[in-house]
Each structure stands twice: as C-alpha cells, then as structure tokens.
C-alpha cells in the first residue's frame, strides 16, 4: 500500500484525537501527489464506521481533487468493496456526482464500459439512493441504469 495511504488507512476510524491529527497529516502529505497509486488505493480507506465524519469529508474532498475521469473510473471500481465496509460513503459520493450534470453524464458513459461486476454494484448502490429520496434522484438515476443495460 501507498504510504502516505497506509497512514490514513491505520487512522481511518478516527477515535481519538491523535488518530485525527495523523489522519490529517497523512492528508495534507498526499496533497498535490496525483500519482495512479494513489487513486487506485484510496477509497479503501472510507469506513463507515469512523467517528469523526467531517474529518473524513476532507477525503471526500481530496478523490474529488482528481482528474475527473481518474477520480469516476477509479470510484467505479471500488465500488464492489465499498459497499462492504464503506456503504455510506460511496452513496455520499454517488449523490455527489448526480447532483452534478457534467460529472453524471461522465460517470454514465464510465460505467457502461465496466465489468458485470461493477454494473451490478452500482445498480444496486443506485437503487437504495433512489428509494431513499426518489423525487430528488429518481429520473437521474433511472437515466444511469437504461445506460447500463
């Protein structure tokens, strides 16, 4: 694992403060470093069971940093892992980017390429965003699955 990610990964949990501050600090040191390893390992790091929520949105922040294309593709693929230990973390990212015309269409033209696999996670990650706020989602997400077919 990335270094600068094995720190993040170490305080993820974000109990106590000094896991907070490392957490930061490894943050701040991957700033700027756009590096593939970096993209492709970072969103093993999202865990639902964190403490300090707002501490972990400068993550969310930081993946957002990313070139587009990188950040979505990437998502896409983590997503199956995701939805383990991460679930409400990639529907935060996922309303994200639906709330996000350009991003959406982006996101939708990824997904269609990727493996079964993937496709089926996110349609279900999509569906339980969609049951959960259908007036808000509904048409958008329902766009993004006719595209996964």
């Known amino acids: 694992m990335y270094p600068g ?8 949990l974000l109990r106590t403060e000094l896991e907070c501050e ?8 991957l700033a700027g470093d756009m590096e593939d390893a970096v993209i492709q390992q ?8 964190t403490e300090q929520e707002e501490i972990m ?5 930081f993946v957002e940093s990313y070139q587009m294309e990188m950040y979505l593709t990437q998502l896409l693929e983590s997503l199956p892992d995701m939805l383990e230990n991460a679930r409400n973390w990639a ?18 033209d990824i997904a269609a390429g990727m493996t079964p696999r993937i496709k089926r996670s996110l349609a279900f990650l999509l569906e339980e965003i969609k049951e959960d ?16 077919q």
């Open 91 to 108: 529907i935060v990212l996922n309303q994200r980017i639906l709330e996000d015309d350009l991003c959406r269409r982006e996101y939708t």
């Open 42 to 49: 970072i969103f093993k790091v999202f865990d639902d069971d």
């Open 5 to 12: 990610i094995a720190q993040l990964y170490h305080n993820r």
């Open 133 to 148: 706020n259908p007036r808000l989602y509904e048409r958008k997400i329902n766009a993004i699955l006719g595209q996964l």
């Open 22 to 29: 490392a957490f930061d600090l490894a943050l701040e040191g």
């Open 57 to 61: 949105f400068g993550l969310v922040h």
